[in-house]
């Protein structure tokens, strides 16, 4: 690692998908030398003359070729991020953070649950699972978005099915082609908030962990629901997001109380936060 | 750890002191004396030490020179904290230069050269220690590194506490014991100096004529007197620092009603280390810096969208409180408050972090 912690690695943006009006898909390289991350740890992206900011590993921590980064146009470096074009260059720092804790739950099921663009790190966490398939039970995601056009990674979830994955989709708000079915054998064509899911699927919380990522909100609901549903706050972990500047625990800046989200998370168990005021 | 490493050197100079069952350094020097090992010392290095600017308030930082040595305050202690040296207001991380299809990145860890701090009280040598464990952790910033290894530090007793002092109910003694190169201890007709580092060892040699050998009556003054002030400290405050972790949000609302979300106690606060990151650029050239930043400020955790998990001041102000009382502890193992007083004393609106902690 280069002496100066706040010095980026150059990568090159190999490709750039678009996967929905609000988000794009950057696979990235590195200049010298590979990345190494696990499903869960985030990276800080620059994209030079315009700053940095951080976003999760969306892609298979099994690929060590290239890297993903799935990017939702909200701001100032989200913004330049989506105007980068294949073969330009962009900084990286990390990986950080912590990661999902697979080890630790092999051989249970596992029920992921993502909002919005908290899909980005289920993804990566879905490619991880399904290459070591047989080591996991029952593997559910719950997805939803607020509309079926912001539905991302659209041509992925039938692979994911085959490959031994039971994907429920939902949206906010419906239109024509939602009620068409246009996932028709990878899932439904359910309407409703990403709690209501919980209705079509059995879990079994003796044996189930779950692995939550999205907007606040949604996070609210969510763990609410699967403490109703008999989950042990120790069995639930959520992947947060603060304003984050260094990503090293210095600046100060993504504090959850006495938590770093960027060195003591971003991944937390809810059994962590359950005494915390306001932690989502 | 990298903490370590750095106090290494000073913790292995005092350990084969002991060894060798040789007693430190410690030496005499006369009033007049000092005057003329100030001058000289500020001739060969640039010297900054707290400055009486205006009678009657709190010196402040200042490069020490001929004209401004008769002003020099060694009783009470600056307002200004000395972090800034370690970590400055503003700082250049790196900088770029694009090119097509290229992009060149450069940085450099500047060196201060014959920098001296004079005048840290022990609440600024521990609370250098406290900025060590977040700046030095791995992987460590080493703009802050080559400060902290570069710079001396000339450290005193303290004779007169300021009122608003509780360094004792934070577990400190209101006097260095490890830390600096060479520490100044107020005696009858002048002070002791006693070297805490090899180079700190170097100075008292390079000045030797200066100098005279202590007697064990001095010593016995200087215990006596650290003693003394370790006492005023203490007595003015009966009772322990309350469990903040245990208050509801609403214990802070009478603070909050006060604050006038001016940051002056963070910018005086000598523990308080947060930084904002942010890019320039012009034309092909363009550099990352550092700035400071305040957790008071509204738009501290902001984020893109506009969510702000600390929307109220009053939520804020908790924040600040808690990183002291509770947070740093449980981080570090310590307070990340060093009692030395400077927020009170900044304050406009009254605020005394020593309520907040249920002191007073
Ligand atoms: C651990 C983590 C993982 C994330 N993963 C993703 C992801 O996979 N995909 C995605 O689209 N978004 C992700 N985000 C959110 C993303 O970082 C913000 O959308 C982004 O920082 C906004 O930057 P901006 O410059 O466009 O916005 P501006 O409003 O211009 O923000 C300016 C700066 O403030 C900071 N900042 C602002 N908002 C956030 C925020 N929400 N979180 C952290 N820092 C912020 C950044 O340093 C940013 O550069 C993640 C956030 C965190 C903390
Ligand atoms: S991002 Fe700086 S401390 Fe976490």
Request: glycine residues 8%; charged residues 25%.
């Amino acid at each position: 690692m280069s002496l100066n912690p706040y010095l980026p690695r150059l990568a090159e943006v190999l490709e750039v998908k678009e996967e929905s009006p609000e988000v794009k898909t950057l696979k990235l390289k590195l200049k010298e030398g590979r990345m190494e991350f696990k499903a869960g740890q985030f990276l800080e992206l620059t994209v030079f003359g315009v700053g940095e900011a951080p976003f999760t590993f969306s892609s298979s921590p099994f690929n060590l070729e290239s890297f993903e980064v799935s990017i939702a146009k909200v701001g100032s470096v989200t913004d330049a991020a989506h105007q980068l074009k294949g073969g330009e260059l962009v900084g990286v720092r990390g990986p950080f953070g912590n990661g999902f804790p697979l080890e630790e739950h092999k051989g249970r099921d596992l029920v992921i649950v993502g909002g919005g663009i908290g899909i980005a790190p289920l993804r990566s966490l879905l490619y991880a699972l399904v290459a070591e398939r047989s080591e996991y039970g029952d593997l559910k995601l719950l997805y939803g978005a607020r509309s079926p056009s912001l539905i991302i990674y659209k041509d992925e979830w039938e692979k994911f099915m085959e490959k031994g994955v039971e994907v429920y989709l939902t949206v906010d708000v419906g239109d024509e082609t939602w009620r068409r079915g246009p996932y028709g054998p990878c899932g439904y064509t359910h309407v409703g908030v990403v709690t209501t899911l919980f209705d079509m699927v059995k879990l079994n919380p003796e044996r189930c962990v779950a692995f939550v990522c999205g907007p606040p909100i949604m996070i609210r609901f969510t763990v609410q629901r699967l403490l109703q549903l008999g989950f042990s706050a120790s069995r639930i972990y959520l992947s947060l997001e603060r304003m984050m500047k260094c990503g090293l625990g210095k600046c100060g800046h993504c504090n959850i109380e006495g938590y770093y989200v960027c060195k003591d998370g971003p991944v937390f168990q809810f059994e962590t936060l359950k005494d915390v005021p306001h932690p989502f | 750890m990298c903490v370590e490493k750095l106090n290494i050197g000073k913790k292995l100079y005092n350990l084969c002191l002991a060894y060798l069952k040789i007693k430190k350094g410690t030496m005499f020097i006369n009033d007049e004396s000092l005057r003329e090992f100030l001058l000289m010392l500020s001739k060969q290095f640039t010297v900054v030490a707290p400055i009486m600017e205006t009678p009657g308030k709190p010196p402040i930082l200042s490069q020490l020179n001929q004209a401004n040595l008769s002003r020099l305050e060694l009783k009470v202690r600056p307002l200004t904290p000395y972090k800034f040296f370690f970590q400055p207001p503003s700082e250049e991380l790196f900088t770029y230069k694009l090119g097509r299809k290229l992009v060149e990145l450069g940085y450099e860890v500047k060196k201060p050269e014959n920098l001296i701090l004079l005048g840290l009280r022990n609440c600024d040598l521990k609370a250098l220690e406290k900025l060590d464990m977040v700046m030095l952790e791995e992987p460590a910033d080493p703009f802050y590194k080559s400060k902290r290894e570069n710079i001396l530090l000339v450290s005193l007793d303290c004779s007169e506490p300021c009122p608003a002092c509780f360094c004792t109910e934070v577990g400190l003694k209101p006097y260095p014991e490890e830390g600096y190169d060479l520490n100044l201890s107020r005696v009858e007709g002048g002070y002791l100096a006693e070297a805490g580092s090899r180079r700190g060892e170097e100075l008292l040699k390079r000045f030797e004529s200066l100098f005279t050998g202590e007697s064990e009556g001095q010593l016995k003054q200087r215990d006596e007197r650290r003693e003394a002030v370790y006492r005023k400290v203490k007595e003015a405050y009966t009772k322990p620092i309350r469990d903040l972790s245990k208050v509801g949000e609403e214990y802070f609302m009478d603070f909050t009603r006060r604050c006038v979300e001016c940051s002056g106690c963070v910018f005086t606060c000598p523990t308080c280390h947060c930084f904002y990151i942010s890019d320039y650029r012009r034309r092909e050239l363009g550099g990352r810096i550092k700035t400071i930043d305040s957790c008071l400020f509204e738009g501290f955790q902001r984020v893109a969208a506009g969510v702000n998990p600390r929307a109220t001041l009053n939520s804020r102000l908790r924040q600040r409180f808690l990183k002291k009382f509770v947070y740093f502890k449980q981080r570090y193992g310590e307070y990340g408050c060093v009692g030395c007083g400077r927020c009170v004393e900044v304050c406009p609106g009254e605020i005394d972090i020593r309520e907040a902690a249920g002191l007073i």
